[in-house]
């Protein structure tokens, strides 16, 4: 799996839309970019993923640059509760065969600020 | 809430020590996940179950050990366990075998500390 890339920390005023980075130079043209977060040390919960395309949920919107060598995060009007650590994590999205070994690493902790 | 559950909550033993973590997927989940997460070492995986059967190994000591059981609850199992083994512990589930990241789902959590 590609490695990836994210600043440690990052601050958002409540409200504002917080814009979290991910380097991954080294991804391959079938990996995808994974989104998870981690609320106070409770279990990750995913996001959002994506290829190629920018993709949007109720949570969330990702951006790939067109070279697919970095993507951005977007929580459109962050709030108390985003505080996380957010993780940007790149691999195959197998749907058979076994799973393989993947570090999510250290992430970026979001601090929303009032 | 996930749908995932693990006990205990918090565990605190000594070293050398053997421990027992327990994993219930969410129903309907056939895979069940483990990982670990000490600070310096991120969130890494370390088994998948999938059936029953062991699917796919990560970096999981020989110290460690796990198994599904048939009514599919995962248990991990930790034995001579050093300072260093103090971490979350996270089982996460999915329904299929693949392991497809937006299809797994954690649970809370275990945090060991081992004195």
């Known amino acids: 799996d590609a490695k990836t890339t994210q600043p440690p920390s990052m601050d958002c005023a409540e409200g504002r839309a917080a814009n979290l980075p991910c380097n991954h130079s080294?991804?391959?043209?079938?990996?995808?970019v994974y989104w998870y977060r981690q609320i106070h040390s409770q279990g990750p919960q995913y996001i959002i993923h994506?290829?190629?395309n920018n993709e949007t949920n109720e949570m969330a919107s990702l951006i790939i640059t067109e070279d697919r060598k970095s993507s951005t995060l977007i929580l459109p009007h962050a709030t108390l509760r985003d505080t996380a650590v957010y993780y940007c994590?790149?691999?195959?999205?197998?749907?058979?065969?076994?799973?393989?070994?993947?570090?999510f690493g250290t992430g970026t902790k979001l601090q929303v600020i009032p | 809430d996930s749908g995932v559950t693990q006990t205990p909550k918090h565990l605190i033993t000594a070293t050398g020590q053997r421990v027992t973590l327990r994993c219930s997927p969410r129903?309907?989940?056939?895979?069940v996940y483990w990982y670990q997460q000490s600070l310096d070492q991120g969130l890494q995986f370390l088994i998948q179950?999938?059936?029953?059967?062991?699917?796919a190994k990560g970096n999981i000591l020989e110290r460690f050990s796990a198994q599904q059981f048939p009514d599919l609850h995962s248990e991990l199992n930790l034995s001579s366990l050093e300072l260093g083994d103090s971490a979350l512990y996270f089982c996460?589930?999915?329904?299929?075998?693949?392991?497809?990241?937006?299809?797994?789902?954690f649970g809370p959590g275990t945090r060991l500390t081992v004195t």
């Open positions: 996460a589930s999915s329904a299929t075998a693949g392991g497809r990241l937006d299809e797994q789902y």
């Open positions: 080294t991804i391959s043209g079938n990996e995808y």
């Open positions: 994506g290829l190629k």
């Open positions: 994590i790149v691999r195959y999205n197998r749907n058979s065969g076994g799973y393989q070994k993947v570090t």
């Open positions: 129903s309907g989940d056939l895979s």
């Open positions: 179950y999938y059936n029953g059967e062991e699917r």
